[in-house]
T-cell receptor, first 114, second 111 residues
Framework: DSGVTQTPKHLITATGQRVTLRCSPR?????VYWYQQSLDQGLQFLIQ???????AKGNILERFSAQQFPDLHSELNLSSLELGDSALYFC?????????????FGPGTRLTVL | QKEVEQDPGPLSVPEGAIVSLNCTYS??????FMWYRQYSRKGPELLMY????GNKEDGRFTAQVDKSSKYISLFIRDSQPSDSATYLC???????????FGKGTTLSVSS
């Protein structure tokens, strides 16, 4: 158990809908990363937050957004969902933004768009 | 071309075999190299970490980085059925930045 929690574990929804994925980092970790894992693209970085502020952006679509709240949990919002958004979504946390820290991954949320 | 390329396999070996998993990368700025292991329906977990070139050993696992050829390897000695998982190589140019992953190699070790 990495100490990172993600809810829900599974999510099934329809095209055009909006969903919110939630991540609670390890206790004391200030930085949260979101990744998307699909069969054809592998694990891809979406966005990073540090202590409530956006720190880096990767291959995140404009339909996707995220935020980190004062209690350090983070939410990833996916809107106008398409079939191709079906994937595993992971968050990972580290104590700080800089520094050479291991990223601890949560168990993921499996999103299925029908 | 993806920045980190990895043969997806699958790779099947008998118990006790030596396994070699490999990745190549294209970005010369990459300095940090990791191997993650991902069991089915679980999140990735860090297995090995190497900074710059060289070898690192941890029990049955050895990670090797050759920056001149941009080649990353993971060797597993005396492989066990519990090693059956997907192995992901990852890299990044600077500490604290996001990881760039290969697609992962699925390994199956049969008893």
């Amino acid at each position: 158990d990495s100490g990172v929690t993600q809810t829900p574990k599974h999510l099934i929804t329809a095209t055009g809908q909006r969903v919110t994925l939630r991540c609670s980092p390890r206790s004391g970790d200030l930085s949260v990363y979101w990744y998307q894992q699909s069969l054809d693209q592998g694990l891809q970085f979406l966005i990073q937050y540090y202590n409530g502020e956006e720190r880096a952006k990767g291959n995140i679509l404009e339909r996707f957004s995220a935020q980190q709240f004062p209690d350090l949990h983070s939410e990833l919002n996916l809107s106008s969902l398409e079939l191709g958004d079906s994937a595993l979504y992971f968050c990972a946390s580290t104590p700080t933004s800089g520094g050479d820290n291991e990223q601890f991954f949560g168990p993921g949320t499996r999103l299925t768009v029908l | 071309q993806k920045e980190v390329e990895q043969d997806p396999g699958p790779l099947s070996v008998p118990e006790g075999a030596i396994v070699s998993l490999n990745c190549t990368y294209s970005n010369s700025a990459f300095q940090y190299f990791m191997w993650y292991r991902q069991y089915s329906r679980k999140g990735p977990e860090l297995l090995m970490y190497t900074y710059s070139s060289g070898n690192k050993e941890d029990g049955r696992f050895t990670a090797q980085v050759d920056k001149s050829s941009k080649y990353i390897s993971l060797f597993i000695r005396d492989s066990q059925p519990s090693d059956s998982a997907t192995y992901l190589c990852a890299s990044r140019p600077q500490a604290g930045t996001a990881l760039i992953f290969g697609k992962g190699t699925t390994l199956s070790v049969s008893s």
